[in-house]
């Protein structure tokens, strides 16, 4: 139990980690992110929040990715409701300002990035299941055989022509943020040595029949 206790610790902190990245890069003001681009579009042409769109976007992306047989677990379903409810509750309190310039907002969108890589390396990790994203960016590297940074920068370029679409905010920070968020995620899970699609993720029965045994089922070390 102590293992899953951590294990669970690792998730949480990832889905908190990750909404912080993605609010420092939307005051950075150069551009959102490709996905908040197109949470923002969605949010713009259907008047939602920007972390309910988040909340639609990552169950329609968890349908896909079903489909095409990628495992979902607890982990899946925590991240693609928490981060979108973290993610309004860090706006509503206002706790990071908003960039004075162009200087300043480029600083933020690199450490917001960078935020955003380490925090899929922790809920990553913790093997209870990846984000919807990032279950779409394995998906992607398991079919083509490309590097992982590939994959999810590919990801990152169709989301985004997407929400420019819908009316998300695109700048200069946004066309950072399409090559540098696939290599910060390269870097981080080189220097921890992950390969995310080596982990087997437990799907939601998995993890309950964990619980129900005290932790005695499941994975030997899937941290």
Known sequence: MKRLAIRMIHLLAGILLYAV????VLKANVGYAPWDVFHAGLANVTGMSFGVASIVAG????????????RIGIGTI????????????????????????MAI???????GLFVVAL????YMRSAFGAGPRDNLMVLLKRKTKLPVGVCRSTV????????????GMVGIGTIISVVAVGLFIQLVFTMFKFNPAAIRHETIIETFR???SGGKQGQDDPC
Do not use: H, K, Q
């Open 119 to 122: 925090a899929t390396y922790f």
């Open 59 to 70: 169950i329609v992306v968890v349908t896909i990715v079903v489909i095409f047989g990628e």
């Open 210 to 212: 964990t619980i129900a």
């Open 156 to 167: 990152e370029l169709i989301v985004t022509l997407a929400g420019w679409r819908l009316g």
């Open 21 to 24: 990245g993605v609010v420092i």
């Open 105 to 111: 907002g480029i600083a933020m969108l690199v450490v």
């Open 78 to 101: 925590i991240s693609m409701t928490l981060t979108g409810i973290f993610i309004d509750i860090i706006m509503l309190l206002d706790i990071v300002p908003l960039s004075p310039n």
